[in-house]
């Protein structure tokens, strides 16, 4: 099961394509079986995030860059740069808009989120990266 993430803004959403050959961070608009989850969020206009591996499984990292295996370096490289361009993407929308996330697993949005958090946008620089399911995340500058 797969890791997905909501973005949602009181001004409309910027959509990011994937880019088969160079896979990263993007957004995209809800499918129509994902449209319950705008019940999560107290803003108007929501996004699905991707990351490099096409799902938000890819937002996530530990503290340490893994070296001693190249596969396990790749992917450590591609997620790091997920969740920065994940930080970039809120902090410009944070210039115009309050901003707020929905972590849960896929098929799981319908459920209501179990933790809030407040977090400024240190939040995207932290050691050790990641989103705990059915958490909804109020972001400020």
């Known amino acids: 099961m797969c890791h997905a993430l909501y973005i949602a803004s009181s001004q409309p959403l910027p959509l990011v394509g994937w880019d088969e050959q160079n896979p990263g961070f993007h957004t995209t608009q809800l499918q129509e079986h994902e449209e319950l989850v705008r019940k999560q969020f107290t803003l108007p206009f929501v996004a699905y995030a991707g990351s490099f591996e096409g ?10 860059p893994i070296d001693d295996d190249e ?10 740069e ?5 930080g970039l993407y809120i902090s410009d929308l944070l210039e115009k808009s309050e901003v707020e996330i929905f972590s849960c697993w896929e098929g799981e949005h ?10 400024g946008m240190e939040f995207f620089s932290q050691k050790v990266f990641g989103f705990e399911e059915s958490t909804l995340v109020s972001i400020t500058k």
């Open 55 to 64: 799902c938000s499984c890819g937002f996530v990292y530990d503290d340490e």
């Open 110 to 119: 319908v459920n209501p989120p179990l933790v809030h958090l407040n977090v």
């Open 71 to 80: 596969f396990e370096i790749e992917y450590d490289r591609q997620s790091r």
């Open 82 to 86: 997920s969740v920065r361009q994940l």
